[in-house]
């Protein structure tokens, strides 16, 4: 979706960037550690899965330039079927983003800001996700992984984002 003024060169847009394979904890780490030179972000939002901490689902809220990651909870795919929700509604809403292979592990982000390259957005989060070769490790493989993240507990971890000040202008 993209809202954009008739003349202006300001252009708002969000971009959601789904996959389903697990973030290499290190990359997305640096990812989001590294300066944002890609358009003017304006708010982010959503769940990720770190192959790290591949039980669990990862939290990301991020508005101007504050940013707060960490525990979500854990994917029901690894929560025994008879401690899911009794009720269809509930049930239903897990089964929505099942797959076979990653059950409702994923990777479900939302970025809105004004002239982000979306495909250059794409692209930098996709080099976050695990190689094949990293995939073939297996969940044993993935808990070696260096994990800047360090634990996760109850308590939320902020970072301070650094984003230009100016609009920016293509």
Known sequence: IASCLVGSEMCIRDRSWQ??????????????????????????????????????????????????HGLAGRWWRFVPREQWPQDVDNTN?????????????????????QNINVEKLSTALDACLLTDQEMGLGHMGWLRLPDPFGPWHEAVSYTHLTLPTTPYVE
Not at 59 to 65: K, P, T, V
Not at 93 to 113: M, N, P, S
């Open 19 to 68: 996959a389903r394979r697990p973030l290499h904890p290190q990359r997305f780490y640096d990812f989001i550690h590294k300066d944002w030179e890609n358009g003017r972000l304006l708010r982010s939002k959503g769940f990720f899965w770190l192959a790290s901490k591949y039980q669990e689902a990862g939290s990301w809220s991020q508005a101007g330039g504050m940013m707060r």
């Open 93 to 113: 809403a897990i089964l929505k983003h099942w797959t076979a292979d990653t059950g409702d592990c994923r990777q479900e982000l939302v970025f809105i800001g």
